[in-house]
């Protein structure tokens, strides 16, 4: 079973979105205001022998100033701990070229584990992304992303899975590649403003232990097509 902590929901769901709110333009760090709440059922840890399922309820709202274009993210990485158990192996799967010809309706409806949506703008026309997550199986999860404004686009967005063997304090990492027609529609940026996720079945996510200061740790990175790196460490509170 896949060692994961719930940063993995908070961050790697909204990687397109969230993270991508922090730009670089003009030469200078955009001042960005970013707010999330989450809420994780239940937040009551389980343990080694008896891991306990959850699922989580994510929102963000991002702010960006107007007179900056939105940075473009090229990829996500996260790092998490040994808090929980990701059971990816034990579902049903999809894989990515069946999605990306035929959509979430040819996968198996017990490889759906979650939907959510955005709210973007492409210049000054709002568009809603709608967000499926797809299991991948051990080592491999997907964000099925559906937008039609300014263009349509349907797009299945991979995030791998690697265990970090010896490491004292992470246990796993996750890696996703950003899609370019899902950074750039029709020719113009988009612009992200606010996303909504809930996600969670059964025990594919289960926790196994709360740490001493009640907090599920995780730190991620995003890098741009400016060459910045952003660095971002958060948590989400838990109860043993």
Known sequence: MRRLGLGLLVV?????????????????I??????????????????????????IDA???????DDYDPPLVQT?????PKA???????????????????????????SIMGHGRAKARADTVFTYPKITVVNGGATKVYFYV????????AQPVAADISKLSGNPRWGYRLHAKIPRN?????????RYDSMHLLVGRGDWIATTSCPRDHRWRYHAEAAFDTGQVVKYDGSVGCRS
Not at 31 to 52: E, F, M
């Open 12 to 28: 790697a769901l909204a990687a397109a979105g969230a993270l991508a709110a922090i730009a670089f333009g003009q030469g200078d």
């Open 182 to 190: 899902l950074q750039i529609v029709a020719g113009i940026p988009l």
């Open 146 to 153: 559906v937008l039609q404004v300014p263009a349509r686009v």
């Open 30 to 55: 955009v001042p960005i205001k970013i707010s999330a709440t989450v809420k994780v059922t239940p937040n009551k840890a389980g343990t080694p022998r008896h891991p306990q399922g959850v699922r």
């Open 84 to 110: 929980g158990n990701y059971n990816g192996g034990k579902f049903p799967t999809c894989g990515e070229a069946a999605m990306a010809h035929h959509g979430v309706s040819v996968c198996p409806k017990g």
């Open 59 to 65: 929102r963000a709202n991002i702010s960006i100033p």
């Open 76 to 80: 996500v990485d996260i790092w998490f």
